[in-house]
């Protein structure tokens, strides 16, 4: 089946480590996504990246990164500079479709830093 | 800030048409209209898009006004599985790439 996986679904951390959410697509997309979504919130942008070796920030960016090795992944690190990094985290890639660019996600990882 | 504006709740019995308003009234020429839903833990799910014409898909229905300052998300027969918050989108102008979501609207189906 075509999709987008993240895993682990959740996922525990120590205040202070670094932690790597997983995402991939086999979807052939282009673009990829990470985003933040906080209890009751919309979505927020982190980070996306149009092409393999290549990325933007977000509106959200501090204390992550990412990296776009293959077109296939695009795995975000959480650092321990994030304030606040409890939150769900959702990829998402995408494709040109009648003119718009239409975002597909995976199912989230909810990450909880104790 | 958010681009939309759309009730934070709404109620529709089962089997009966659900009507999803939203307000978009700065809307660029070249933005589209974007529908998604989440349902409750998970990632959200395309539902529509469109520019100017009402659109229609196996899911839904999107009805856009002429002046395109607003829209409505028609879901035919609703379902109790049609519970979720709905999200209107509009896609930002400068970032092809960017979309701005809001707090979007609790449709909860009632049997």
């Known amino acids: 089946d075509g999709g987008i996986t993240q895993s682990p679904k959740y996922l525990f951390r120590k205040e202070g480590q670094n932690v790597t959410l997983s995402c991939e697509q086999n979807?052939?997309?282009?673009?990829m996504y990470w985003y933040r979504q906080d209890p009751g919130q919309g979505l927020r942008l982190i980070y996306y990246?149009?092409?393999?070796?290549?990325?933007q920030k977000g509106d959200i960016a501090e204390g992550y990164s990412v990296s776009r090795e293959k077109k296939e992944s695009f795995p975000l690190t959480v650092t321990s500079a994030q304030k606040n990094p409890t939150a769900f985290y959702l990829c998402?890639?995408?494709?040109?479709?009648?003119?718009?660019?239409?975002?597909?996600f995976g199912p989230g990882t909810r990450l909880t830093v104790l | 800030d958010a681009k939309t504006t759309q009730p934070t709740s709404m109620d529709c019995a089962e089997g009966r048409a659900a009507n999803l308003p939203c307000n978009h009234s700065t809307i660029s020429g070249n933005e589209y209209v974007y529908w998604y839903r989440q349902i409750h833990s998970q990632g959200p799910q395309y539902i529509i898009h469109?520019?100017?014409?009402?659109e229609t898909n196996e899911m839904a229905s999107l009805i856009i006004t002429e002046d395109r300052k607003s829209s409505t998300l028609i879901l035919p027969h609703a379902t109790l599985r049609d519970t979720a918050v709905y999200y209107c989108?509009?896609?930002?102008?400068?970032?092809?790439?960017?979309?701005?979501w809001g707090a979007g609207t609790k449709l909860i189906i009632k049997p």
């Open positions: 998402a890639s995408s494709i040109e479709d009648r003119g718009g660019d239409t975002q597909y």
């Open positions: 469109g520019l100017k014409n009402n």
């Open positions: 990246s149009q092409i393999v070796n290549d990325f």
């Open positions: 979807l052939n997309h282009d673009a």
């Open positions: 989108i509009v896609r930002g102008g400068d970032s092809n790439y960017q979309l701005i």
